[in-house]
């Protein structure tokens, strides 16, 4: 063999093999990475935009956990919320992967429709979720799936245990689906009477729930042509008031309540609800001999529901 011969033999045998394309390389790490990342979350990452939370929660494949809870040390409730449960290590694993987390966060005070519409884009925001969902008191959680549907509002008995309230939200998660077939089969029944006697039953549960605002398009049809049709007209005006408020418009929300029908056969509570949202209204648009009449008309529902409420202990006692 000639010295050329040898020299390219050398060569190719020393040259090193070639590298493959970046593409084609194996990542033993990624997964396990991943996993690793996940175990060192230390805390809850809290988002304050319920849009930018509900557009993570579609990239990443979770559900939607809000939180509306008041600043100070009032809100014992919430105190002991961010004392003993958020900031759980066990909560705070065993909720990563499954939700997106949302806090609206409300001042001690009331917030007013002056205050709102004076305050920053936070606080707005706080404020229609506030007027939509019904929230009277603090702490409120409810839990969506990512594209926007409530299926439970937890318990706040179940936060004396970070462990108990971890395994309530869980179970409601996994047990979300039967709650929309439930749904889909009541509405596939072709049995009007039937499929209406069914529909109301499933939203008073809803309601029972504090989520029945999820199922206003079922109501719909309750509220057009059923036995329950006042009771549903309703329902649908009180949340399109409160939607109003959340909006700053006490005037449109006025409308929709001088808008429900047949008010003196609904019962007792649901009067007295109208007359507290009117008299909200009215004090907003500055009218106050209307904000007296609403007073006067409340005190005297007020005494219908003690009169009620004593000649029902009376009945006990005989």
């Known amino acids: 063999m000639g010295i050329s011969n040898l020299l390219l033999t050398f060569s190719l045998i020393s040259q090193p093999p070639p ?3 970046v593409d ?4 033993p790490k990624t997964e396990a990475n991943d996993i690793l990342k996940a175990a060192e979350v230390e805390e809850i990452n809290w988002q304050s935009s319920f849009e930018a939370a509900q557009a993570d929660a579609i990239k990443t494949k979770r559900d939607l956990f809000v939180l509306f809870t008041s600043e100070g040390n009032w809100c014992t409730g919430c105190v002991r919320l961010e004392k003993y449960v958020f900031p759980n290590k066990e909560f705070i694993q065993g909720t990563n992967s499954d939700f997106t987390f949302v806090k609206f966060v409300f001042p001690k005070n009331p917030v007013t429709e002056k205050i709102a519409r004076e ?3 936070k606080l707005q925001e706080a404020y229609r979720f506030q007027g939509k969902f019904d929230l009277s008191s603090f702490p409120k959680m409810i839990l969506f799936t990512s594209d ?6 937890p318990s706040l008995g179940n936060t004396e245990s970070a462990e108990n309230f971890l395994k309530e939200i869980i179970k409601d998660k996994d047990n979300k689906n039967s709650v929309f077939e439930k749904l889909e089969k009541i509405k596939a029944n072709p049995n009007k009477i039937e499929r209406q006697k069914d529909l109301h039953e499933f939203i008073s549960d809803m309601e029972i729930k504090g989520i029945a605002f999820n199922y206003q398009n079922e109501m719909k049809e309750l509220a057009s042509d059923s036995p329950y049709a006042d009771i549903y007209k309703y329902h649908l005006a009180m949340y399109a008031a409160k939607e109003s408020f959340g909006h700053l418009d006490s005037q449109k929300a006025l409308d929709y309540l001088n808008q429900i029908p047949n008010t003196e056969r609904l019962p007792l509570d649901y ?5 507290v949202l009117k008299r909200y209204a009215f004090g907003n648009l500055k009218k ?3 904000v007296n009449r609403v007073i006067a008309l409340t005190a005297a529902v007020d005494a219908k529901i003690n ?4 000649e029902g ?6």
């Open 119 to 121: 305050a920053d884009s």
């Open 271 to 275: 009067q007295r609800n109208i007359l």
């Open 313 to 318: 202990k009376l009945g006990e006692q005989k």
């Open 19 to 21: 590298t493959p394309a």
């Open 307 to 310: 009169n009620r409420t004593l």
């Open 148 to 153: 926007g549907r409530a299926y439970s509002r």
């Open 24 to 27: 084609c390389l194996p990542s």
């Open 288 to 290: 106050p001999d209307e």
